[in-house]
Nanobody
Framework: VQLVESGGGMVQTGGSLRLSCTASGFISDEYTIGWFRQAPGKEREGVSCINTVDDRAYYADSVKGRFTISRDNPKSTAYLVMTNLKPEDTAVYYC???????????WGQGTQVTVSS
């Protein structure tokens, strides 16, 4: 079972990035996929998630209107498109797959996003 994030990097304020989260070893379309982030010295916080029923997406207030989450089930991949990035978006971004039915919770290793002013 594995979640692998990619797509992080360094951008200037106002730039964009697309993070990817690819699952293997389990049927990811049966899991809610979430993106979390952790900045230095801060607790990990939820950024966005997408459910399994109707792909309804939820966003933290701090990223609404700037980030978009999506999933491509045949590819076992979820995405987080981040636009109009701000320095306060700088963090390690983690992908999470969660299922209450299977009582399972998986995390990726994280990908660094750095936004310079």
């Amino acid at each position: 079972v594995q979640l692998v994030e990619s797509g992080g990097g360094m951008v200037q304020t106002g730039g964009s990035l697309r993070l990817s989260c690819t699952a293997s070893g389990f049927i990811s379309d049966e899991y809610t996929i979430g993106w979390f982030r952790q900045a230095p010295g801060k607790e990990r916080e939820g950024v966005s998630c997408i459910n399994t029923v109707d792909d309804r997406a939820y966003y933290a207030d701090s990223v609404k209107g700037r980030f978009t989450i999506s999933r491509d089930n045949p590819k076992s991949t979820a995405y987080l498109v981040m636009t109009n990035l701000k320095p306060e978006d700088t963090a390690v971004y983690y992908c999470n797959a969660h299922s209450l039915v299977f009582r399972s919770d998986f995390w990726g290793q994280g990908t660094q996003v750095t936004v310079s002013s």
